[in-house]
């Protein structure tokens, strides 16, 4: 966010009396406005202007609120900016859907005007204090010198998090990466990456990945805002042409849910105990390329014993063999299932072993990551 | 009525709010007469949401006699009626009037 900028906020509403009442207080604050009657002009200008805030009313005719916020969440340009919805007091059961959606909070309407700035003043400071945290993350790692490429955790070091690893690297400085972290009781985070060519760069890379997810990783945000944070930092910091393709995993072991965040990498695969196995098709950007990305995201409910495994490409695509992905990731799941008796500490040496049995030689880096429930 | 009061009751001032106030009943007029022609057409659906959007509006500006009339109204619409509020109609129409004349 620019401070030379005036903060712009982008007034919906199909009444023209409330666009108006809240037009004429923001504006005496020195908040630049942008003002829409409807769904798809509203979204035409949070496109254009890219303001910094959206209020937005849910109840309008033809697209109504959600409709929109849908849209704006799903277009990588407009998917960053913070709405904040206007509901009428019966509306009040929509609340949920509307946070799923995106929204960071409800005013309730009639509404006063002052509680209005109060809100998109809150907002405004927490988005600030976001970027700048984010700008704050990406100078700081670029001190880091030291590479500490030895940092893979181990499935001992936490036993809650319940899991096994296969991590094979070509040479020393490999593209491949994985993290397992604890972000509370009975919560865990698992983060398997990718990066776009094996250059020196890769392990000072991987050291500032780790720190990342590690600071942003944690209860306050949600999975997809973590690894939005991450991509926002590595954007920053990243060479030109570099990026990683990663997927990240939220399993509460407490509540039963899981939930993954894809970002251009080869599918999960779910085996549940109960109910048939299968590829968790997900397509989302690349992390670290672009400053506006929209990943793939999807929540399901587990079942204590269910196994899923995330892996890089090595194990799946072959340049000699000319096997991609969709036909990679079906193999990978035929293993999985062909290998569910094996013990999950040892099921993904022996699903890599079956796999390249078949491809013969490796030409590429590999992690396999299997946890159970 | 108060305009002042009304207007400080919301953190503006008075021309501030007479113009906001101006616009109201611009939008109020379309409001109520799509009421009237929801009533006309038989449409308990353009009722719900032409009273809707009169309710909220009235509400937020503080002509809450108003927004009180246009959610009665409203309810009415919800339940698939459209009559029974003749004396809510007449009572909008009077007030609308009244702010009208306070505002030339």
Redesign the interface.
Known sequence: MNNEKKLSILIVD?????V??IK??LT?EGYQIYTALNGPDARKIANDKKPDLILLDI?M?GEDGFEVIKKLKNDGATSSITVIFLT?VSEIDSKLEGFELGAVDYIT??????EV?ARVRLHLKLSIATNSLIANQASKLKQITDAQTSLLIKPEEIPDAVFGVYYHALNEAGGDFYEVMTISEDIHGYFVADFSGHDISTSYLTSSVKALLKQNCSLIYKPEESIKMVNDVLHEILPAGKYLTACYVRLNRKSKSMTIINSGHPPVCYIPVNGEARVIEQEGDVVGIFKDVVFGKETIKVEKGDRFFMYTDGLIESSKDKIVWTEGAKMMLDACVKLNDVDIDKAPKEISRYLTNEFQDLDDDIVVIGIEI | MDFKSLGEN???EED?FI??VE??I???HKDFERIQAAVNNNNPQELV?SS??LK??A???GFSEI?KCAEFIEKKGRNGEIDGFDLQLSDIKKRLEEIKIKIV
């Open positions: 199909d009444n023209p009396t409330n108006m009442i004429t207080t005496k109840k005719p009428g309407k009639p509404f006063h005007p002052l700035l | 919301l953190g503006l501030e113009e906001i616009l109201f611009d939008t109020a949401e809707h959007s909220g509006a509400g937020n500006l927004s």
